[in-house]
């Protein structure tokens, strides 16, 4: 069974029992304050807001946020992936989707993390000569401004005012609520205006987890130095760095919109990481893994292929005559010199170089690509460069 519908299973079975104990009177609380009897933990955000708002610490308060504060550390922000309800709801608004619809926007998402992937695999972030590779783009979280609005509107008001709106607390009293209507006919307004706050909070605010949600703000800011169960990837397995193709389907995959190939494109970073292992399942070359504690320099990084026809076929079938050497870790400088129809592409920082040699890309090439000097000057180029690069695929480095 694949992780996707293992998580379903269990935050549905999380939420169920939470709700049966709610309706019988067991003393189990909710996720936004779960415990048996005196021993109970509180929602991180819940417990912050409430010593701002009464402006006192309390031990009970505090406790919670140091325990919610080890296991993030621990396993980063699983809650969100396989716990919480809000994903579960998420769920349930696109099973009212059209089928036509579900495609439209699967098809779409792919397109937009694949297109992104051959851009950078095009570009090749090796030659360094637009400046590109040193460009970094600071990115704002929204959910930070949110976190900071929720504090302060605790402080002022005097009580913890995200509490009312949040969609955790309003599921739960959605289902109480309805079951003293039906079995009490205890008819009140909350019993409309709560259903329809947490109605208009999934239809409106489509993108509540990864831009708005404060609670996963609070948890990023100590997720990012967690180091366990962290998705890596195996250069040598991964499509895009062993064979040039635009794959990233593991950037599809994630709901939490990390680009685990590409992370300088996706929208958040590794620590926001949910641990709920799309990633992995998504991954058609099993190049994807998450182990306890991953070694040293392991982990995702800027690809270091370059196709120089501006596409790639499927795995293991080559349309055109397009090649592509990956350099050593070691980071020998690499240097081709080829007659026409060759070029050399140095390394970036004077790291891992990435070198691309096509016959039919390259401009002003005067010779035929399916042989002759175009090829011949791809094979002087791959065996004169340094490292244990083969033409046959069977060493470390090899040419595709």
């Known amino acids: 069974m694949k992780a996707s519908k293992v998580r379903v299973v269990v935050a549905a079975v999380v939420f169920i029992v939470l709700c049966i104990g709610l309706i019988a009177g067991v003393q189990l609380g909710t996720l936004s304050g779960f415990g048996w009897g005196t021993i109970a933990a509180l929602c991180p955000l819940g417990a912050l807001t409430t010593m701002i708002a009464t402006k006192a610490l309390v031990p009970h308060a505090v406790v919670s946020l140091v325990v919610m504060a080890l296991l993030v550390l621990l396993v980063g922000r699983a809650f969100c992936g396989w716990a919480c309800p809000v994903p579960l709801l ?68 005097g009580f913890p005012v995200f509490c009312l709106v949040c969609p955790i607390g309003l599921s739960f009293a959605t289902v109480l609520l309805l079951w003293r209507l039906f079995a009490a006919g205890d008819m009140t307004w ?50 895009e760095t062993a064979k040039g193709t635009p794959c990233s389907l593991c950037a599809v995959a994630c709901e939490a919109d ?37 070694r040293k320099g392991a982990g995702a990084g800027p690809s270091a292929v370059r196709i120089a026809d501006g596409g790639a076929g499927a795995a293991g079938a080559s349309a055109g005559p397009s090649v592509a050497w990956i350099a050593d870790e070691g980071g ?69």
């Open 90 to 157: 998420e769920r349930l608004r696109g099973f009212f989707r059209s089928p036509k619809r579900r495609r439209e926007l699967e098809r779409a998402r792919r397109e937009e993390v694949q297109g992104a992937a051959k851009s950078e695999l095009g570009c090749g972030r090796g030659c360094g000569s637009c400046g590109g590779c040193k460009e970094v783009r600071a990115k704002l979280d929204s959910r930070h401004y949110v976190l900071g609005g929720a504090l302060l509107s605790a402080a002022v008001f």
């Open 190 to 239: 909350s019993v409309v205006l709560i259903p329809a706050m947490l109605v208009v909070e999934l239809v409106l605010l489509r993108k509540w987890c990864s831009r708005i949600c404060p609670l996963a703000g609070l948890m990023n800011l100590a997720s990012r130095f967690s180091r366990t169960w962290r998705p890596v990837i195996d250069d040598a397995k991964c499509l």
């Open 258 to 294: 990390i680009n685990l190939r590409h992370p300088e494109l996706g929208e958040h970073s590794l620590a926001d990481c949910t641990r709920c292992r799309a990633c992995v399942d998504a991954c058609p070359s099993g190049a994807v893994s998450m182990p306890f504690l991953a």
């Open 332 to 400: 020998a400088d690499a240097g081709s010199s080829a007659s026409e129809g060759a070029a050399g592409v140095g390394a970036c920082g004077g790291a891992a170089a990435a070198t691309a040699l096509a016959a039919s890309d390259v401009r002003g090439a005067s010779s035929s690509a399916s042989g002759g000097e175009g090829a011949a000057a791809a094979s002087m180029a791959s065996t004169a460069s340094t490292g244990d690069a083969r033409l046959d695929g069977g060493g470390k480095e090899s040419v595709r």
